[in-house]
């Protein structure tokens, strides 16, 4: 009979309750944890290598990111040492990739690298680990699919890697947590909850649009809990504190900065940011990378509407991704960027309604330990071919590149693919020393700026970038003299910066720079020590050449004019100095040469003895051919009509002149 019993089949209680078996669910699930750590570790960084044999590649916006923020430690003064349009919180984090840079002696870009890819795994575990202590009200099953896709979205950021988008979905994960998990009843610690809501502070203090997202947010929450006490949360508070404080910190800042930032940055922004602007169906069309987040957004959406009811997730999800839409269309910018918010959200509803899927099968197997079992394994082997894909290709790309070696900058064993450099790079490099300053003066940031960090140089003017079409444009939109003013003084600055600064490298862009500059006369009155090199780019580079005065790109009918009015005895060299901004020993120069040639055009030339050599000549041809018809005249006289000849006389010929 006992025999019999213990032959007999289990049932799944009696399975459940046995120990030996006991023991092989907690195998398994260990086993389970382990594939899926080891894929989760993986997912975080294998990306790393390519950072590895990339490290100078950056974009504009982050190349002046980390710019500010290594001018920030050596104590320049935000706004009035170094200018920018934005607030200066991005600023301040990018103090962080600076120190990491050099605490491991890897160039500022790398040190972008590593912090946001480091950033990214720590965020993603304190998510992750936030729904996993309060797994009883938040289906962590559900849950963990979506760390995967979050995590892998944001793996794949090359040009927008940094964005303060991007790092604001780092900060706000853990946040959107902390505040499912107590709107769906459950507990989070005091500690976890504050740490969430600082880092979320500090994502929502980088632009009003996140802030939007975020209450919007709440609100879908508020709508299907309706527990209003839930909002007065210590994550809430937190998150409120930095904001507060941030505003706060405004009030600390030199007058002049905050005058630059309010009269200057934000007035030319709102109004000089639409020079750029793309019409409706280029930002939903104009290229792959802006399609791609549209078609994942619908697909995603779509499918949350099919599975609203199996997760309390998804209706404050789908509300924070739609609300995203204004940051993105705002300013009317094609700017990929701005879709990171809406793109990650489609990726957290795509986590969620996989997770949905695979907790489905879960609960429909639940008595057996191989679906678990394969889905980890199978999780770890789709990240493991996603990274020996990528590591493969950029295997490749190395092995069919041009390759840099960093050793100049002070890297040995570092590499980096020269297609990946900007195209300024070299020149900056090979005209400069580590501790010259270089000036850019573009339409834009790129491609400049990135040579300048790239190269590890410094920046020789405040404006690390120029914005001085941006003002003209405003000035044509809108008219009036502020703009007009601003212009102006915006040149003066660069010129006060190079008088001062006296950087060893200018770059200016071509077209429409070079028009702009002579406008305000740029070239007289601030290039005096310097010459053209080339052009290359688009952009001519000028080099210091100490006491050599050379004048490049002067309208020569200008000079023309000021030369003239000098000789012309109507002003002197020291009005024509005062009045259009040229130097005195400029203008004295100009005159004396002009001087000169003028008095050489009037003294006989080589030229004008030769044409006095020629018209001698037609005088004497003409001489010779009139001699030439009198003796033809006189031989007819002599011949008569007589039949028989006389003999012929010689007649003694008038000898011709010489």
């Not at 500022?108 to 729904?131: D, E, K, P």
């Not at 630059?260 to 290229?287: E, T």
């Amino acid at each position: 009979m006992q025999s019999n019993e213990a032959e007999a089949p289990m049932n799944n209680t009696e399975a459940a309750s046995s120990p030996k078996t006991a023991r092989n669910w907690r195998v398994c699930n260990n086993i389970c944890i382990v594939l899926l750590a080891l894929a989760f570790i993986l997912l975080c960084f294998f990306r790393l290598y390519f950072w590895s044999t990339h490290p100078l590649v950056t974009w504009a916006d982050q190349s002046v990111y980390l710019e500010m923020g290594k001018l920030l430690l050596e104590g320049k003064r935000p706004y009035i040492d170094f200018f920018d349009f934005n607030p200066p919180m991005i600023m301040y984090v990018n103090v962080i990739p600076i120190l990491v840079s050099r605490i491991f002696h890897v160039p500022a870009t790398q040190g972008m690298h590593l912090s946001v890819h480091f950033y990214t795994f720590l965020s993603t575990l304190f998510a992750a680990y936030i729904a996993y202590k309060s797994r009883a009200v938040t289906n962590f099953f559900i849950l963990l699919p979506m760390f995967f896709t979050f995590a892998l979205y944001t793996q794949g950021l090359d040009t927008d890697l940094g964005q303060r988008e991007h790092i604001f979905m780092l900060t706000y994960l853990p946040f959107l947590m902390v505040r499912g998990t107590h709107w769906m009843g459950g507990k989070v610690g005091r500690v976890e909850s504050i740490i969430a809501g600082l880092m979320a502070g500090v994502g929502l203090a980088f632009k009003p649009h996140f802030i939007f997202a975020a209450a919007v947010t709440e609100l879908a929450f508020l709508y299907q809990y309706r527990k209003p006490r839930c909002l007065l949360r210590a994550e809430n508070f937190a998150a409120a504190a930095v904001v507060l404080l941030y505003a706060i910190h405004f009030l600390l800042l030199p007058r002049e900065a905050l005058d630059i930032l309010f009269h200057q940055a934000f007035p030319v922004y709102n109004d000089g940011v639409y020079w750029s602007s793309k019409c409706l169906m280029h930002m939903l069309r104009g290229a792959s990378y802006f399609t791609k987040p549209f078609i994942n957004f619908i697909v995603a959406i779509s499918l949350a509407c099919l599975m609203r009811r199996s997760s309390p997730w998804i209706t404050p999800i789908v509300v924070f991704t739609c609300a995203s839409f204004v940051n993105y269309f705002q300013g009317d910018q094609a700017w990929t960027y701005r879709l990171l918010p809406m793109a990650i959200g489609s990726f957290i509803l795509y986590g969620i309604e996989g997770g949905i899927i695979i907790d489905w099968i879960l609960r429909r197997y639940q008595s057996y330990m191989l679906p678990r079992l394969l889905l980890s394994f199978a999780a770890l082997i789709a990240v493991m071919g996603v990274a020996y894909s990528d590591i493969d290709y950029t295997n490749e790309e190395i092995k069919r590149a041009h390759i840099y070696d960093l050793s100049d900058l002070g890297y040995p064993g570092s590499i980096n693919p020269r297609g990946y450099l900007s195209p300024l790079f070299f020149a900056v490099l090979q005209n400069t020393k580590p501790t010259d300053l270089v000036v850019h003066i573009g339409s834009g940031i790129e491609p400049g700026h990135p040579a300048v960090l790239q190269s590890e140089r410094m920046p020789g003017s405040r404006y690390i970038y120029s914005f001085l079409v941006m003002v003209e444009y405003c000035q044509e939109r809108r008219g009036g003299k502020f703009f007009q003013d601003l212009s102006r003084k915006i040149v003066d600055n660069y010129g006060a910066d190079i008088r001062k600064n006296k950087p060893e490298l200018i770059l200016i862009q071509d077209i429409p720079m070079t028009f702009l500059l002579e406008k305000y006369n740029f070239f007289e009155r601030y290039m005096n020590d310097y010459t053209r090199l080339g052009v290359t780019a688009e952009h001519t580079i000028y080099k210091r050449m100490g006491g050599q005065r050379v004048f490049l790109h002067s309208p020569l009918a200008r000079r023309e004019q000021l030369v003239l009015s000098i000789l012309s005895g109507n002003k002197t060299i020291d009005q024509v100095s005062e009045e259009n901004h040229i130097d005195k020993k400029s203008l004295e120069d100009w005159v004396t040469r002009s001087g000169k040639a003028l008095s050489e055009a009037l003294i006989i030339r080589p030229a004008d003895k030769l044409q006095e050599l020629l018209d001698e000549n037609q005088r004497l041809g003409d001489r010779i051919a009139d001699v030439e018809r009198q003796l033809s005249d006189l031989k007819l006289k002599g011949e008569g009509t007589d039949v028989e000849k006389k003999p012929k006389t010689e007649v003694p010929e008038e000898p011709l002149p010489r």
